[in-house]
């Protein structure tokens, strides 16, 4: 097995922090994306978007997505689980990732390519885009505030894929000039939590 990386990356991020969770190394090769090694027809036989991060298996199958890679990994190591151990737990852990890349991890990504002077000339910036996919951004961090109220973690009181999508979200909002309001007292402590994990900087 081999993971084609982005070091910067939210999504390869993702996957680097489920695989410290569980313990997991694997052969990483880092994909320099200003270089271009993302659009060269190698790559794009393993991921014809250009995307990653990319899990390449033995025989050559190439799985991109990083849920559908987190997702192979939990079936090959299944302890400890990160997306629930029962039907209703697992819903409820795929209900919560799933508004969390929708309403919130979506969002962030599209304000730093509508907004960045990073993609200028790389894609079709599109300012107002930017605009509204940051007030997208700051509306679902005042829901997710009024959530973490009531429990620890985003979909329960036990650290899940979910808190991994959040935090890798977090992080890009951080480091692209959308940082968690200061009232958002929950979401302040709730990132204290996970971030503080000695999987963070995977
Ligand atoms: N839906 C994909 C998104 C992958 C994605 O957007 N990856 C970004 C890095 S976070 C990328 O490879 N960008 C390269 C580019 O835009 O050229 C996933 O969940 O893995």
Do not use: G, K, N, Y
């Given at each position: 097995m081999k993971l084609y990386n982005l070091k910067a990356g939210m999504n390869p991020r993702r996957v680097r922090i489920f695989l410290a969770e569980k313990g997991v190394t694997i052969p990483t090769v880092d994909i320099d994306m200003m270089k271009g090694e993302n659009g060269t027809p190698e790559f794009l036989r393993m991921n014809p978007l250009g995307k990653l991060p990319v899990l390449e298996l033995d025989d050559g199958t190439c799985i991109s997505e990083s849920i559908a890679i987190c997702r192979y990994i939990e079936e090959l190591?299944?302890?400890?689980?990160l997306f629930g151990s029962s039907p209703a737990e697992r819903a409820v852990i795929e209900m919560w990732n799933r508004r969390v890349e929708f309403e919130f991890a979506q969002p962030m990504s599209a304000q730093f390519e509508h907004l960045s002077p990073f993609f200028a000339g790389r894609i079709e910036q599109v300012p107002e885009c930017g605009a509204y996919a940051r007030s997208r951004v700051l509306k679902t961090l005042g829901w997710l505030d009024a959530e973490l109220a009531t429990r620890r973690?985003?979909?329960?009181d036990r650290y899940s894929m979910a808190d991994i999508t959040a935090q890798c979200a977090v992080l890009l909002g951080k480091n692209t000039g959308?940082?968690?309001?200061?009232?958002l007292a929950n979401v302040a402590r709730w990132w204290a939590e996970v971030s503080a994990r000695p999987t963070a900087r995977a």
């Open positions: 190591h299944p302890a400890p689980d973690f985003i979909a329960s959308v940082p968690v309001p200061a009232e």
